[in-house]
C-alpha cells in the first residue's frame, strides 16, 4: 500500500518587506541579502495572524467535506506556539470543521516536527487505510530588529492531507534520521526572540546532511543517480545550494547538472516568503512540483530535514501520474502576487507590536489581514479565532 501527500497547500499574510530595501535601510549592500542568503522578499505576520490562523487558512484551502469526515489524525508541527497547554492542532480541527472523533496533537523540535508528524501520520495509515491525516507546518520565524538574523525571518504555513493511494507524492519507509543534543539554535520560554550560532548552525545542518547521507546510501543502496530531484530545508535559499554543493562535490557531471536544473524552482516561492521553519522543506516541495517542468511518473525526490537542537531526516518519495493536476499554482502564485508591499517604518512598526502578556484584554482589526480564519483577539486569557464570511 502506497502512503503520501493527497493534497498539500499553502497560506502567508498579505503583506511582505522588499529584502533590497531593508538592505538599504540596515546600511548592508542588497546583494548581501538577494545573492548571499537568496532572499526576495520576506512574508510579515501582523497580529491577527499567528501560528494557528495561518494553519487554518492552510488547510482550509484544500479540505473537502470528504476530507473533512475522513480525517482522524490532526498533527500540527511548529515552534512558534502560542499556548504551553493547548494544542494548537485543537484549534485547527475546530476551524476547518472536521469531524469530532479525531486526535489532534501538537509536535514541538525546531524546523523538523513537521517530518515527524508526517511519519506518524504514515504509521497511523498504515493500521488504518481508510483514514486521512492532516499534517500542518506553521511558523513565524522572528529574530527582530537590526539583529543578523533579521533578513531570515518570515512566515507561513503550509497543510499536507496524507492518505493511503495518494493523488501527488508516494512517500517511501527508507528514511534514514540523526539526533545530536548541541546548541545551534534556540529560544528559551522566556524569550520572545530565538538565539542562534550562525556559523555553528549552517555547519551543524551541512554535518548532519552528510553524515546522514552517508548511512542513507548505505542502508539502501542508492546514490543520486536515482534521484530526479532534491528538496532540503532552507531557512534561507543559499542554504539549499549549499546542501546541493555538499552532496554533488564528487557526483558526476550528469547528476550535478539535473539536480542544479531544479534548485531554483524549489525555493523560488521560499524566495517570496523567507523562513518558515517547519513548513520550509515542504514549501520547497511544492514550490518544485508547482513552478518545475512536468516530471516523469514515479520520478524519485529526495527530502532533507533538519531541526536544530538538533534531529535530521533523509527520505524520498515519488510522484504520481498526473500530479500537477492536483496542484493549485494559479491560487498560490496569486496569494503571492497580490500581497502589499510594508514600507520599512510600517514593518518596523508590526514586527514590534505583541500581544499582551498580562491579563489585559485586547480585540483586534478583522481588516487587518486577508486570511479567511484571524486572530480576533484575546480575552480573559483566551484566544478567539474567527472566520470570515
Known amino acids: ?20 530595501k531593508l538592505a538599504e535601510a540596515r546600511g548592508v549592500e542588497p546583494a548581501k541579502y538577494t545573492i548571499g542568503i537568496g532572499q526576495e522578499k520576506m512574508a510579515v505576520a501582523p497580529l491577527s495572524q499567528d501560528a494557528v490562523s495561518m494553519a487554518a487558512n492552510a488547510a482550509l484551502e484544500v479540505l473537502d467535506e470528504e476530507d473533512r469526515d475522513a ?8 515552534e512558534s506556539g502560542v499556548d504551553h ?45 481508510e483514514s486521512k491525516v492532516l499534517v500542518l507546518g506553521t511558523d513565524i520565524a522572528k529574530y527582530g530588529l537590526n539583529t543578523g538574523g533579521e533578513p531570515t525571518q518570515g512566515a507561513g504555513a503550509v497543510a499536507m492531507v496524507l492518505s493511503a493511494n495518494p493523488k501527488i507524492l ?40 552528510t553524515d546522514i547521507w552517508g548511512q542513507y546510501k548505505e542502508r539502501n543502496n542508492r546514490d543520486l543517480s536515482d534521484f530526479e530531484a532534491l528538496c532540503f530545508h532552507v531557512p534561507y535559499t543559499k542554504m539549499g545550494k549549499k546542501a546541493l ?89 496569486a496569494l503571492l502576487n497580490n500581497r502589499r508591499e510594508l514600507s520599512i517604518k510600517e514593518y518596523e512598526e508590526i514586527l514590534q507590536q505583541s ?4 491579563e489585559t484584554d485586547i480585540e483586534l482589526d478583522s481588516e487587518a489581514s ?19 464570511k
Open 1 to 20: 500500500m502506497e502512503i503520501g501527500i493527497d493534497k498539500i497547500g499553502f497560506y502567508t499574510p498579505d503583506v511582505y518587506i522588499d529584502m533590497e
Open 71 to 78: 480525517i482522524d489524525f490532526v498533527l500540527f508541527g511548529t
Open 85 to 129: 497547554s493547548k494544542s494548537g492542532a485543537v484549534w485547527v480541527h475546530h476551524l476547518a470543521g472536521i469531524q469530532k472523533y479525531a486526535r489532534s496533537v501538537e509536535l514541538k523540535q525546531a524546523c523538523y516536527s513537521a517530518t515527524a508528524a508526517i511519519k506518524m501520520a504514515m504509521g497511523h495509515i498504515s493500521l488504518h487505510p
Open 170 to 209: 508516494a512517500i517511501d519507509t527508507d528514511s534514514v534520521s540523526m539526533t545530536e543534543d548541541i546548541s545551534d539554535f534556540w529560544r528559551p520560554l522566556y524569550s520572545d526572540y530565538a538565539y542562534v550560532d550562525g556559523k555553528f548552525s549552517n555547519q551543524a545542518y551541512l554535518n548532519f546532511l
Open 245 to 333: 554543493k555538499a552532496l554533488t562535490e564528487n557526483a558526476s557531471e550528469e547528476d550535478t547538472a539535473r539536480l542544479m536544473g531544479y534548485y531554483e524552482p524549489s525555493v523560488s516561492y521560499n524566495k517570496q516568503v523567507g523562513n518558515i521553519y517547519t513548513g520550509s522543506l515542504y514549501l520547497s516541495l511544492l514550490s518544485l512540483l508547482e513552478q518545475g517542468p512536468l516530471l516523469e511518473d514515479n520520478a524519485r525526490i529526495g527530502l532533507f530535514s533538519y531541526g536544530s537542537g538538533a534531529v535530521g531526516e533523509f527520505f524520498s518519495g515519488v510522484v504520481k501520474p498526473g500530479y500537477k493536476e492536483h496542484m493549485l499554482k494559479e491560487e498560490h502564485e
Open 355 to 358: 500581544l499582551p502578556k498580562d
Open 370 to 388: 486577508s486570511g479567511t480564519v484571524i486572530l480576533s483577539g484575546v480575552r480573559a486569557n483566551i484566544r478567539e479565532y474567527s472566520k470570515k
